[in-house]
């Protein structure tokens, strides 16, 4: 029983449209086997073929394929008929980035083991058709899907095993020539037979792809036949299996439930919907949905078509016969009655989801939170006189105010909206690599911080210049510049994408807010507004999430006994993957784990402006240990309960699958269960504070950024000759940087982004990890000198986009790599091209002054 009033949750409904000129299919029938596919931006569509033979008989070429499009001036659809002829039943049709792929199928005579390449042209207005190795046998009934350029195809010939096979169409090439694409072939693979998937030869499957959290699998839905023994000839019930192409093995989903009651039903076409589901169009005319995480289904309502020229609807089921998806959209080739005759047509399907309004009392408290937050700016900038003041906040920062700071500024909104949504999807995995933190953390206290406060550090920066050269340390800062001009850009496009789902602005809408009020405060209220709101932010967000927790097991059945069982059923506690194999680098192993999560800690600590600028705000190095102490207790405690969090999710939604919208994103999950379960209001701070988190961040990366430049590129070359004059180009550069974070982040506002925060471990390890390593070698070294800095930070990059590129690698181990990388050959340069002998007292591990208790 939940414990708080909450608002209502998402009501998902199907509309049913016409396409205009869909009607024109009137004019010819559509038989069992009409096939539906997108191919350069338009439909391409088979009315099937007869298999009673006569006039239609199929070896006949009477039927021909249609296809329509949308004109790109008047954008109405148009209509064409080939002069290509599919007389075949039962084929495969597979969307590819060039074409259509058909494979097999059977007429009234005989069946086909044809594969076909169907590339469309929509301004020569043609259709031109290529051969690809043909299969194994003649194969009455198949169905296939693509995953990574290759085929999976299951096939199916009366008299025959049903078989399970795969095709490389790595060789498929295309090129723009004269306003077309040219393809060329060069398949010369051969079909390879894969594990065959144990169901019944007299299955009707149906494939289709999407993925369940860890990756994307190839599902088999299907009905057995109906047993001609059995007087009764009743139905079994429908059943799902999937297939993992890196296993090349199948796996039992289960049967087909609706709130436990097996659906016998068979399934006329599938198709992927979202990040998460399948869209199954039934036989008997109900359409539903499959949670491929939770492995649960729904079923939703369907608004009635409307005629194009009549105000009237149709009350009779609407029967699909094919389904396929173009520019977002979904449209279906189906039969419906229409009067006193059935009719066929190509309709568009959306499905919507009505959700009740966020609310006056929530936004109130929105907008109210944010124009507080936005005085702090105001307040503080009449304390910033200097530089000092500006980016060290006159170092009279309370160490517990500036670990609140840093733990927002290393995880913030990252944490409360993305962890939780990759928890949902995966496991525990992640939990050991965040904990590492707490294994770094005396790096940062006995190496880091007494290097910095010796050298009196506004920047991180300055220290590669004292143990290398200049050149090294503008080189590191701009790469640190880069970095964070991207990680503004996905912490601003994950919370935007979050709060669309759950409040009345847009994602772009919602990047200009946080944009615009980061410029503003931030520039103005310097380093002491941002580390003054992320104390409050920290404080706010915790405390929500426990709410958040609480809430959640209360609308589970069996409160938290019900949250263990069903977490333990799919296997959502996992901790430890030991997997120790070749293979396993690719993955999120034990060792990749442990090993990326200390190589991100690392580099944090030692060669993160954002972090080492919160060494210097504090009154002395006590103060500053006990910042990096405190923030590690926090993140340790709070990434648990942020798992704790991912795991309820799922089992709240697995015991509730209604109330899941199908088009959210992964990452909109928590802020859409924050909206609809969460009290009037207190939904409306938590919303405010993951909103106002982001700002802080953002806010952060702007003035380390500004720190950086006006530190490293101006004050060394004295391109400003006053204090008001560095105080004046500190503001304008927090000013550009803010911009240009606004920028990446409406780039970064991309519905295929499956996981953000996977992507931000990517860019940590693309620009961070190098700079990590060059910290590591001035530190741990004597002999290294700025040509093997140089040379190693440049080849730590280099081998980072490599890793990237070739994919030989998991994102999680980009920052390690990356520190390894530029610090092996780094110091192997140094030693075979030895330069002059630079000073290193107290620049080393070696050769460290004893701490002094610092203050200002």
């Known amino acids: 029983m939940i414990l708080f009033p909450v608002l209502a949750c998402a009501e998902v409904r199907l509309d049913w449209k016409s396409v205009e000129g ?51 001036k008047t954008s109405q659809w148009k209509k064409k008929i080939s002069q290509i002829y599919h007389d075949l039943s039962g084929s495969a049709v597979i969307e590819h980035k060039f074409g259509l792929i058909l494979a097999g199928g059977h007429n009234s005579v005989s069946a086909s083991d044809k594969v076909s390449l169907l590339a469309w042209n929509p301004k020569s207005e043609e259709l031109t058709k290529y051969p690809l190795p043909s299969l194994p046998y003649k194969v009455a009934t198949s169905s296939a899907v693509i995953i990574e350029e290759k085929l999976y195809l299951y096939a199916y010939q009366e008299g025959e095993r049903p078989s399970f096979y795969r095709l490389n169409l790595a060789g498929i090439k295309g090129k723009q020539v004269d306003n077309r694409v040219d393809i060329s072939l060069m398949v010369d693979e051969q079909w390879e037979l894969l594990t065959q998937l144990p169901i019944p030869a007299e299955s009707d499957l149906k494939l289709t792809v999407q993925n369940d959290g860890f990756g994307e699998k190839v599902y088999g839905m299907f009905n057995q036949a109906r047993d001609g023994s059995v007087a009764e000839k009743e139905a079994k019930a429908a059943e799902v299996w999937k ?61 009635l078509l409307s005629s194009e020229s009549e105000s009237k609807s149709s009350n009779t089921p609407i029967l699909a016969k094919a389904v396929a998806s173009l520019d977002g959209e979904l449209y279906v080739l189906a039969q419906y009655q229409d009067g006193e005759r059935d009719s066929s047509s190509l309709l568009s399907l959306s499905v919507e989801s009505k959700v009740q309004d966020f609310g006056r009392i929530n936004m109130t408290v929105l907008v109210v939170y944010l124009a507080l937050v936005v005085m702090v700016g105001l307040f503080f900038a009449l304390r910033n006189h200097n530089t000092n003041d500006y980016f060290r906040g006159g170092q009279s920062i309370p160490w517990w105010a500036a670990a609140c700071s840093i733990y927002a500024t290393m995880l913030s909104s990252l944490t409360y909206v993305a962890l939780p949504a990759i928890v949902y999807q995966t496991n525990w995995i992640l939990l050991v690599g965040i904990w590492m933190i707490i294994v770094v953390a ?128 799919g296997d959502k506690f996992k901790v430890v993957d030991a997997d120790f194999s070749l293979n396993s680098i690719t993955t999120l192993s034990l060792w990749v784990i442990v090993i990326g999560g200390i190589g991100q800690n690392l580099t944090s600590y030692t060669a993160d402006q954002a972090i080492v600028q919160r060494y210097m705000v504090t009154t002395d190095i006590k103060a500053a240990e006990k910042s990096i102490w405190a923030n590690a207790l926090i993140a340790g405690p709070a990434s648990l309960l942020f ?203 070696y050769t460290m002054k004893k701490p002094v208790n610092q203050g200002h």
């Open 243 to 303: 297939f993992d192409p890196t296993r090349l093995e199948w796996q039992s989903v289960g049967a087909v439930k609706l709130a436990e009651k097996l659906i016998s039903s068979r399934f006329n076409a599938v198709t992927p919907l979202g990040q998460s589901y399948i869209l199954a169009l039934m036989d008997d005319g109900k359409i539903l949905s499959f949670n491929a995480i939770t492995a649960q289904w729904s079923e939703y309502k369907q608004h």
């Open 442 to 569: 005396p790096v940062g206290i006995y190496i880091a911080i007494p290097f910095f406060r010796q050298i009196d550090a506004t920047s991180a920066y300055e220290y590669l210049s004292k143990r290398f050269n200049m050149g090294v340390r503008l080189f590191a800062s701009a790469l640190f510049t880069l970095f964070h001009i991207g990680r503004m850009g996905i912490v601003m496009a994950l919370t935007a994408l979050a709060l669309s789902a759950v409040t009345p602005l847009t994602a772009a809408e919602s990047v200009m807010i946080m944009g615009v009020l980061c410029l503003f405060y931030c520039t103005i209220g310097g380093i002491e507004a941002v580390i003054w709101t992320d104390t409050v932010q920290t404080i706010i967000l915790l405390l929500g999430a426990l709410v958040c927790f609480v809430t959640i097991i209360s609308g589970i059945e069996g409160g938290i006994s019900g949250y263990i069982d069903i977490g333990l059923s």
């Open 22 to 72: 869909g009607h024109l299919l009137n004019e010819v029938e559509v038989f069992d086997g009409a096939f539906l596919g997108s191919a350069s931006g338009s439909l391409i569509l088979s009315t099937g073929a007869s298999l009673s033979g006569g006039e239609h008989g199929s070896i006949s070429n009477e039927e021909p394929l249609l296809v329509f499009w949308k004109d790109v």
């Open 643 to 845: 798992f704790a969090i991912g795991t309820g999710l799922y089992a709240f939604y697995s015991t509730h699958p209604e109330k899941l919208d199908p088009n959210l994103q992964i990452d909109q999950i928590f802020p859409a269960f924050i909206a609809t379960e969460l009290p009037v209001g207190f939904a409306g701070l938590i919303v405010a504070g993951i909103f106002a988190a982001a700002q802080s961040t953002v806010s952060t990366s702007m003035n380390s950024i500004a720190s950086t430049l006006v530190t490293d590129f101006i004050k060394p070359f004295d391109l400003v000759k006053t204090e008001k004059g560095y105080m004046s180009a500190a503001r304008w550069l927090t000013f550009i940087m803010g911009a240009l974070g606004t920028t990446a982040g409406l780039i970064f506002i991309d519905p295929e982004i499956r996981s953000l925060m996977e992507a931000y471990f990517k860019v940590i390890g693309m620009f961070m990890g190098a700079l990590g390593g060059l910290f590591v070698l001035g530190v741990m070294t004597k002999k290294a000198n700025a040509t093997g800095a140089m040379i190693g930070i440049l080849s730590g990059v280099f081998i980072m986009v490599w890793a990237w590129k070739a994919g030989w690698a998991n994102g999680y181990l980009y920052a390690t790599i990356g520190i390894l990388s530029s610090f092996i050959i780094g110091y192997l340069v140094s030693l075979l091209k030895p330069c002059e002998d630079k000073e290193v007292e107290g620049l080393t591990l």
